[in-house]
């Protein structure tokens, strides 16, 4: 459970309100809506694409195949689904898994800022191609993959989608590949974050002094 914050806003709060968004048409088809999960306090947030057919129906991100994936992959760098946030760029499931249209992702966009800047995470780990295109609008996948970018203040990491490696098996390989570095681009994030803390409370100690 996160606190509510001095704005009176939640990670429930959001959940909340995407159960019972009507904001664009892609809550005319769901089951559930999948607002999210995970760590409210997470230093790593990961951002997938939009909710499969499992995931509709028991209202959780990454419970199907991928999802598999996604838990082998944390568990190969030493984490939990319960260290990170887990969460999509559209929070209801497209129809027959088609991708979500901008316009969708435009007006789900409102719950993932919220997310992100109550979760605050120093790194964001963006899954598949439509995640990516928020922090990158005109790159490629295939060459930017697995390349740390500081955006905002803040690391974003585009990886490829768990489920490219469900159709693509040689894929496999790279995904954990670029997986491996998380903890390392985690550690170096976290020690450019306390830098910044330091020289923050330096500046004030000099205000101080005048
Ligand atoms: N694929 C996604 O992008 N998100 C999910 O939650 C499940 C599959
Ligand atoms: Fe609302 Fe997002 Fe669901 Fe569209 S996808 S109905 S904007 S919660």
New binding site residues.
Partial sequence: MSAERRDGDSLEKVAE??RK???????KS?TH?VPGEGNPRAKLMFIGE?PGYHEDRQGRPFVGAAGSFLNEMLSSVGLEREDVFITNV???RPPQNRD?QPA?IQ??S??LERQVQMIDPAVIVTLGRHSMAKYFPNERISKIHGQPRRIGGRTVVPLLHPAAALHKPELKQTELEDFARLPKILEEALARQSGEDDEGSQEMDQLKLF
């Fill in positions: 309100e995407v968004c009507t904001l664009c048409p892609l809550c769901r809506a939009g559209v929070k209801c979500p969708e007006a789900c409102r719950y």
